[in-house]
């Protein structure tokens, strides 16, 4: 069995050693290429060039970034695109997560280890098992994603996220409740809702002033916390989608408490709720803010969301 591992050097838990003791622990159970990524994009271009080298498993150590940026690249490869019936999963390399990053969303909703060393038994484990799930992503204009989605609102205070760790701070349950409380109060949006959502055959939904998009359950960890507002999103499924309509001061202060509470699951006049969608387009009449897995990518005033089922196979 061919293996390629995808390092991010600047995954934040873990150390040369680390790395080192995963490299050995599998090449004891396949033949392993490594390479580490040097830019942004860099692991889509080696997990692809791993797929239409007909490797069998590309393995991912890093965060919630460098998955996605992973499984794009096996999703933009030749095998993914080839005219052949039957879906991408079956045709593409196995994925495997071993985390690395401060939160990874992905790996966690998977129930695999948070622990790099725990991860990394059960990866060896269902390789040499054969285990592994077939799971549905999600894709956004030309973009893959395997948890989540934002415009508006969540995706700002992603980037004002981003930006504060640029500025040398940790990525912390406590910066991420700073930035949203700081973007609330600073945003143009709570008066005039810029976002709406279309679905073919529906009425049009309007004044919407931030929609996030799941494909899977939780979107999110403070820290051991998940959080979790549509809790009926699945990797089995289609996208489930969450809106907010009017940024009140009060209805927004109970959306939020339902949302960071165990049960999850807000509701209330100003919340819009979709679940299991095969495809939905959010447009807004300004430009927006934009996240995928966590990952901020600029402003757009149109994006296309689409569920793609058996998107691939991941090592679990």
């Given at each position: 069995?061919?293996?390629?591992?995808?390092?991010?050097?600047?995954a934040t838990?873990?150390?040369?050693?680390?790395?080192?003791?995963?490299?050995?622990?599998?090449?004891?159970?396949?033949?392993?290429?490594?390479?580490?990524t040097?830019?942004?994009g860099h692991?889509t271009?080696?997990?692809?060039?791993a797929?239409?080298?007909?490797?069998?498993?590309v393995?991912?150590?890093g965060?919630?970034g460098?998955?996605?940026?992973?499984?794009?690249?096996?999703m933009?490869s030749?095998?993914?695109?080839?005219?052949v019936?039957?879906?991408?999963?079956?045709?593409?390399?196995?994925?495997?997560v071993?985390?690395g990053?401060?939160?990874n969303?992905?790996?966690?909703?998977?129930?695999?280890?948070?622990?790099?060393a725990?991860?990394?038994?059960?990866?060896?484990?269902g390789?040499?098992?054969?285990?592994h799930r077939?799971?549905?992503?999600?894709?956004?204009?030309?973009?893959?994603?395997?948890?989540?989605?934002?415009?508006?609102?969540?995706?700002?205070?992603?980037?004002?996220?981003e930006?504060?760790?640029r500025r040398?701070h940790?990525?912390?349950p406590?910066?991420?409740?700073?930035?949203?409380?700081?973007?609330?109060f600073?945003?143009?949006?709570?008066?005039?809702?810029?976002l709406a959502?279309?679905?073919?055959?529906?009425?049009t939904?309007?004044?919407?002033s931030?929609?996030v998009?799941?494909?899977?359950?939780?979107?999110?960890?403070?820290?051991?916390?998940?959080?979790?507002?549509?809790?009926?999103?699945?990797f089995d499924?289609?996208?489930?989608?969450?809106?907010i309509?009017?940024?009140?001061v009060?209805?927004?202060?109970?959306?939020?408490?339902?949302?960071?509470?165990?049960?999850?699951?807000?509701?209330?006049?100003?919340?819009l709720?979709?679940?299991?969608?095969?495809?939905?387009?959010?447009?807004?009449?300004?430009?927006?803010?934009f996240q995928?897995?966590?990952?901020y990518l600029?402003?757009?005033?149109?994006?296309?969301?689409?569920s793609v089922?058996?998107?691939?196979?991941?090592?679990?």
């Open positions: 069995m061919r293996a390629l591992l995808v390092v991010n050097p600047k838990t873990t150390s040369e050693r680390s790395r080192d003791v995963l490299v050995r622990a599998l090449r004891s159970e396949v033949d392993l290429q490594v390479e580490y040097l830019r942004r692991a271009a080696l997990a692809r060039e797929a239409e080298r007909g490797v069998d498993v393995v991912t150590l965060g919630d460098t998955v996605n940026e992973a499984a794009n690249g096996l933009t030749a095998p993914a695109l080839a005219g019936a039957g879906p991408p999963a079956y045709r593409l390399p196995a994925l495997a071993v985390p990053g401060s939160t969303v992905f790996a966690r909703a998977l129930g695999l280890p948070r622990d790099w725990d991860g990394t038994s059960v990866i060896l484990d390789l040499r098992d054969g285990r077939v799971i549905g992503l999600g894709r956004a204009d030309d973009r893959y994603f395997t948890f989540c989605a934002g415009v508006g609102v969540d995706a700002a205070v992603v980037r004002r996220v930006q504060a760790r040398g940790t990525s912390t406590a910066l991420y409740i700073r930035s949203m409380i700081g973007q609330f600073s945003g143009e949006d709570r008066k005039t809702p810029p959502v279309e679905r073919p055959g529906e009425e939904q309007t004044e919407l931030m929609v998009v799941q494909n899977t359950a939780p979107w999110t960890y403070l820290g051991d916390r998940p959080i979790n507002p549509l809790p009926d999103a699945s499924r289609g996208l489930d989608m969450l809106a309509r009017q940024l009140y009060p209805s927004t202060a109970r959306t939020v408490t339902q949302i960071a509470s165990r049960k999850g699951d807000p509701h209330g006049k100003q919340v709720k979709l679940h299991d969608q095969a495809e939905f387009t959010v447009l807004a009449s300004r430009p927006q803010p995928l897995d966590g990952d600029g402003e757009r005033q149109k994006v296309h969301f689409v089922p058996e998107a691939l196979r991941v090592i679990c």
